[in-house]
């Protein structure tokens, strides 16, 4: 099934993200595709913020690569950003695996990076800019 959210401005963002969560069901695994500056990690903070992880936790993993937030429920979720990642080993090198496999909310940025190792059953949305600056998320399950 195709499921598509449209996200007209910034304002909007929270009321996408809660769509988003209603919508992805028991899906752990989630992927983001999408280029420079579509507003992947905004949308992330969008669903950190609906999940009760606090406001000042929530920052791009650009450098460290992952991050873990605490949700308002007391799970764990996590936060990979793999846009410096140049070789597999450095996402094996990080414990990627334990990670999506434990159970938690994993969200991935730049998953290209590491496509090889990404699990099939990960969910692949893909968020598209549009001419009027709105984004398209888009996903198949």
Request: net charge negative; glycine share 6%.
């Amino acid at each position: 099934m195709k499921h598509t959210i449209e996200i007209k401005s910034l304002v909007d963002l929270d009321r996408a993200a809660g769509e988003f969560l209603n919508e992805i069901g028991d899906h752990k695994l989630i992927a983001f595709y999408a280029p420079m500056g579509a507003g992947k990690t905004t949308f992330t903070t969008a669903i950190c913020h609906r999940l009760g992880v606090r406001d000042d936790a929530v920052s791009s993993p650009t450098f460290s690569i992952i991050n873990e937030y605490k949700r308002g429920d007391g799970q764990p979720m996590f936060h990979f950003d793999f846009y410096r990642i140049s070789k597999l080993e450095e996402a094996l090198d990080i414990g990627f695996y334990d990670y999506i496999d434990s159970g938690a909310l994993c969200i991935m940025e730049w998953p290209e990076n590491i496509e090889e190792l990404i699990p099939d059953d990960t969910l692949r949305v893909h968020i598209k800019v549009n001419p009027d600056e709105s984004r398209t998320l888009c996903w198949e399950d």
